[in-house]
């Protein structure tokens, strides 16, 4: 990713709320565990760290983390009713502050969210002016921004499972931009995350969920509101 500094980067994005990495970076937090989860979750608990744990009410992140959850864009002016609307919704959530993290960015936020035998768990960081950063999905470290469209693959860890993702790709014209790769253990599952600069087909998703050593395939579109 380049270090050059965009109008976005500067002035944030259009939003609702009083801070953008507060609210903006907190609602797209939200949106990438609710399109990891692939579904609307019941049962939510979010863990704020550090800066974000002594201001999560006053500055209405714990709302913004409702609303991203709720597939919400950072400008909708549902924000503000977020917590009722989750309510309505059948959501059912939980709040916990950790005020020494020493070890965390300043604005880190855990989202632990199920919906029946489905469940995800999403480490992230909101940078300011509504930027984020994705740095662990259910325990396996990685480092993406969902500025680009992203595509998570777990699979079993087998040989040649990289070179072979990454040529499916490029047969389908997916020039990629970034990927991390981590796994549990050796020869246990792994998990790959590729930033592209444009998105798969629908066919080249479904052939990868095909193959008999891939356990899921999501795909992230890039989020910009």
Not at 156 to 173: E, M, P, R, Y
Request: with cysteine.
């Amino acid at each position: 990713m380049s270090d050059r500094s965009s109008i976005f980067d500067m002035i944030g994005p259009v939003m609702i709320g009083p801070s953008s990495s507060h609210t903006a970076g907190v609602v797209r937090i939200g949106r990438v565990a609710r399109m990891l989860l692939e579904a609307q979750p019941t049962l939510v608990a979010v863990t704020f760290y550090n800066s974000f744990a002594r201001t999560y009410e006053g500055h209405g992140s714990d709302r913004a983390v409702l609303a991203g959850l709720l597939d919400m864009a950072t400008d909708d002016p549902r924000i503000r009713d977020a917590k009722n609307i989750a309510t309505e919704a059948g959501l059912n959530y939980q709040f916990k502050a950790v005020t020494n993290a020493s070890a965390m960015h300043p604005n880190t936020i855990r989202i632990l969210a199920s919906v029946g035998t489905l469940q995800t768990e999403v480490l992230g960081v909101s940078r300011g002016g509504g930027l984020i950063s994705i740095i662990e999905i259910d325990g396996f470290r990685c480092n993406f921004t969902v500025q680009r469209h992203t595509l998570v693959v777990t699979a079993q860890d087998v040989k040649g499972t990289i070179a072979f993702v990454a040529t499916v790709l490029s047969n389908d014209h997916c020039n990629i931009a970034t990927m991390t790769v981590d796994r549990k253990a050796k020869n246990s599952t792994a998990r790959l995350v590729i930033e592209m600069d444009s998105p798969p087909s629908p066919l080249t998703i479904e052939y990868l969920r095909s193959v008999s050593w891939v356990d899921k395939v999501t795909y992230l579109p890039d989020i910009h509101i």
